[in-house]
């Protein structure tokens, strides 16, 4: 499935290779303004936002299989330590020669899938505060480019988990703690973000399109929050 800003339309290949077209339905006020085109592969579960100026790829989960970890390496970075990411792309001169071999080799093993960078609510509350637009966009294409949509689950929601699962031990019942790494819609904020159907009866009775839409949306709502000026935002429009 694509859809491109410059016509407004939704193309959808089918397995024979036709393609077929439909309007808009809305989705060029939903998406960043500095998205101009998304690709979304349905046998590799793979989202591709291409800005302007860059290529993102994200993951997604499935319904059965929604958080693919396949046992890979978790490395959490701090906004600083995203920040020094950003500077070994657009200004290696700011950082030094270890910091820059470290960068470019952490970036690499996320790109290839071979670790996981998961980004947080605070980066992306963080992101969102920078006045410097030409920086902010930097720093948000390379947070979501390392993190391939892999998310920190919102800590209260993690502390809610863990009460639940300690309190249902009690009483002799076993609540598993949902996974604290995640690709699962609304991750980062989950403890104040409720996922919604789409409002199309095919979609909303299909678990998996269900899935695929509130995913997709959800990594839209991401890098609108980091990639647009405020009054940009589409939450704020």
Same mark, same amino acid.
């Given at each position: 499935?694509?859809?491109?800003?410059?016509?407004?339309? @939704?193309?959808?290949?089918?397995?024979?290779?036709? !393609?077929?077209?439909?309007?808009?339905?809305?989705?060029?006020?939903?998406?960043?303004?500095? #998205?101009? %085109?998304?690709?979304?592969?349905?046998?590799?579960?793979?989202?591709?936002?291409?800005?302007?100026?860059?290529?993102?790829?994200?993951?997604?989960?499935?319904?059965? =299989?929604? =958080?693919?970890?396949?046992?890979?390496? !978790?490395?959490?970075?701090?906004?600083?330590?995203?920040?020094?990411?950003?500077?070994?792309?657009?200004?290696?001169?700011?950082?030094?020669?270890?910091? /820059? %071999?470290? +960068?470019?080799?952490?970036?690499?093993?996320?790109?290839?899938?071979?670790?996981?960078?998961?980004?947080?609510?605070?980066?992306?509350?963080?992101?969102? +505060? /920078?006045?410097?637009?030409?920086?902010?966009?930097?720093? +948000?294409?390379?947070?979501?480019?390392?993190?391939?949509? /892999? %998310?920190?689950?919102?800590?209260?929601? &993690?502390?809610?988990?863990?009460? !639940?699962?300690?309190?249902?031990?009690?009483?002799?019942?076993?609540?598993?703690?949902?996974? !604290?790494?995640?690709?699962?819609? =609304?991750?980062?904020?989950?403890?104040?973000?409720?996922?919604?159907?789409?409002?199309?009866?095919? @979609?909303?009775?299909?678990?998996?399109?269900?899935? #695929?839409?509130?995913?997709?949306?959800?990594? =839209? &709502?991401?890098?609108? @929050?980091?990639?647009?000026?405020?009054?940009?935002?589409?939450?704020?429009?």
């Amino acid at each position: 499935m694509q859809w491109r800003r410059d016509d407004g339309t @939704i193309a959808v290949q089918l397995r024979d290779g036709t !393609v077929r077209g439909y309007p808009d339905l809305g989705l060029s006020k939903s998406f960043s303004r500095r #998205i101009v %085109q998304a690709d979304y592969y349905w046998p590799r579960r793979t989202l591709i936002l291409t800005t302007d100026l860059s290529r993102i790829d994200l993951e997604l989960g499935t319904v059965r =299989n929604p =958080n693919p970890l396949r046992r890979r390496p !978790v490395v959490y970075l701090d906004q600083n330590h995203m920040s020094t990411l950003s500077k070994a792309l657009r200004a290696p001169q700011r950082v030094t020669g270890r910091e /820059w %071999q470290a +960068a470019i080799r952490l970036m690499r093993l996320a790109g290839e899938g071979k670790i996981v960078v998961p980004f947080s609510g605070a980066h992306m509350s963080e992101t969102a +505060a /920078w006045t410097d637009d030409e920086a902010r966009f930097h720093l +948000a294409t390379t947070i979501l480019s390392v993190s391939r949509g /892999w %998310q920190l689950r919102d800590p209260l929601q &993690v502390r809610h988990g863990e009460f !639940v699962s300690l309190l249902s031990s009690f009483v002799g019942r076993s609540v598993p703690v949902g996974d !604290v790494i995640t690709l699962e819609p =609304n991750g980062a904020l989950a403890s104040r973000v409720s996922r919604k159907k789409s409002g199309d009866q095919l @979609i909303d009775e299909s678990p998996t399109l269900l899935h #695929i839409h509130q995913s997709t949306l959800w990594l =839209n &709502v991401a890098a609108s @929050i980091m990639l647009d000026e405020v009054w940009d935002c589409p939450e704020f429009s």
